[in-house]
């Protein structure tokens, strides 16, 4: 297939996706702009595929990324907490790329998509709670003005986003117009709710973490900046299917080891811990999570962890999840987390209160999610005693706002589609503890 006739069809893909988006593709947005713009093929050193990634300490750092078709020399990021319009001469400061290098293609890759370069810059030092104005920059070619808002530093209600599995289901990797449904929705929300200040993204971005899929995923992320040019900033976990190289030049750090488990502290009082179903479940990771929740549990409100395989499959075999029952689970009651973020199994579930591998109303753990940002989404098995009632599972795409306060966490999922019956599940978590554990 020749480059020409899969961007006709790339195009045809979003021109669908504006259709079902209807006024919300008219407020204004650039997103959809450079989606159209990213077709074509990229000039000298353009820069496109504009993104934010937050992994540890979002009140005070940011990683911002994007991609241009040549290598380039001098790629930078300028930035300021005022509004500069994009004039560069006027923002306080510029800071120069941490990471680039050539996106990795494999012999598959040639047929689809052009090569084309990584450029990630880490922003540290910043205020907590405040809007940063940034260009990226490289060589001569500037972007447009976006913006994106540090994490809160003081114990505050706010939300994030969550979701699981926004890739395709077969080879083709332009067939994806739910992923950008789900991806102009989740867009929608955050325009709508302006607490919302992430989305944790619980693993399977793509088919495959080669560049014929991801190319495509980051033309679809930009669909999620709202029309104010703001950036969603996305944590994210390591699914099944982005176990490749393509994985780690699209979600880098300073200084990162790659095993992609660590805990990101959302705000005083709230702490995300990620893991990596990937990699091995005991020994370091189970290690490592042990520490982490003796650290975090003591100081913070709400405590979560977001993986990708189930502990609690809604589909998929039972034992599927015996080795996350075995090596996190207990750790999760020990230190008493308030809620399990799971994916991979394409269906939307909210299982009973568990602990001890038995429901348990008045102390157990609730696991949600199981993955629904555009992948098909499968018929699950309601049979299993830890989706009986009030839990309860069904084959819908979807996306939760999780909403922390100080007394209870409010969890809601969304359909694809606005309407009467926009909202799948609503709950609400209690605290167990005050800003310290066991008061």
């Known amino acids: 297939m020749s480059r020409s006739f899969s961007q006709l069809r790339r195009h045809a893909a979003l021109l669908a996706a504006a ?120 060589d001569d070619a500037t972007s447009d003005e976006f913006y994106f808002r540090t994490a809160p530093g003081e114990d505050v209600e706010f939300a994030i986003l969550f979701g699981g599995d926004s890739r395709i289901a077969g080879s083709d990797p332009y067939e994806h117009t739910d992923r950008q449904k789900m991806n102009l929705r989740m867009r929608q929300l955050f325009e709508d709710h302006d607490n919302i200040i992430a989305l944790a993204h619980g693993g399977d971005y793509c088919m495959l973490a080669d560049w014929r899929y991801i190319e495509p995923w980051l033309d679809d992320h930009e669909l999620t900046t709202a029309s104010d040019g703001r950036l969603l900033p996305i944590i994210p976990a390591r699914g099944n299917h982005d176990r490749g190289v393509g994985f780690e030049e699209k979600f880098t750090w300073p200084d990162f080891d790659r095993n992609y488990y660590y805990e990101t502290q959302l705000s005083p009082a709230v702490s995300l811990i ?19 929740l003796a650290e975090v549990r003591p100081d913070r409100r709400w405590v979560l962890s977001q993986y990708h395989r189930p502990a609690f499959s809604s589909v998929r075999s039972t034992q599927d999840g015996a080795g996350r029952r075995n090596n996190w689970v207990p750790l999760f009651e020990q230190y008493n987390i308030d809620l399990g973020l799971e994916s991979h199994d394409h269906a939307l579930k909210r299982t009973v209160p568990i602990r001890s591998s038995a429901p348990d109303m008045e102390n157990g753990i ?23 009632e009030p839990g309860f599972a069904k084959s819908v795409h979807h996306v939760h706002i999780l909403n922390f306060g100080h007394d209870e966490m409010h969890v809601r999922a969304y359909a694809m589609e606005e309407g009467e019956d926009e909202i799948l599940d609503d709950f609400t978590v209690p605290a167990r503890y005050g800003i310290a554990a066991g008061q």
Request: net charge negative.
């Open 366 to 388: 609730i696991y949600i999610g199981d993955g629904g940002l555009g992948v098909p989404q499968r018929n699950p098995d309601t049979s299993r005693w830890w989706l009986q």
């Open 274 to 292: 990620t893991l990596n179903t990937e990699t091995s479940l005991g020994g370091d990771q189970r290690d490592w999570l042990g520490e982490t």
């Open 19 to 138: 259709s079902f988006a209807g006024a919300i593709l008219l407020t204004g947005s650039n997103a959809f702009a450079q989606q159209e713009e990213a077709e074509e093929p990229q000039e000298a050193t353009s820069t496109f595929h504009h993104r934010a990634l937050w992994m540890k300490n979002p009140a005070s750092e940011t990683v911002l990324s994007w991609t241009t078709r040549e290598e380039g020399h001098n790629h930078r990021i300028y930035y300021d907490t005022e509004s500069r319009g994009g004039d560069i001469s006027e923002y306080a400061y510029e800071i120069p790329t941490f990471a680039d290098g050539p996106i990795t293609m494999k012999d598959a890759d040639w047929e689809w998509v052009e090569p084309a370069f990584y450029h990630h810059a880490h922003l540290d030092g910043l205020e907590a709670g405040t809007d940063y104005y940034v260009v990226f920059a490289s």
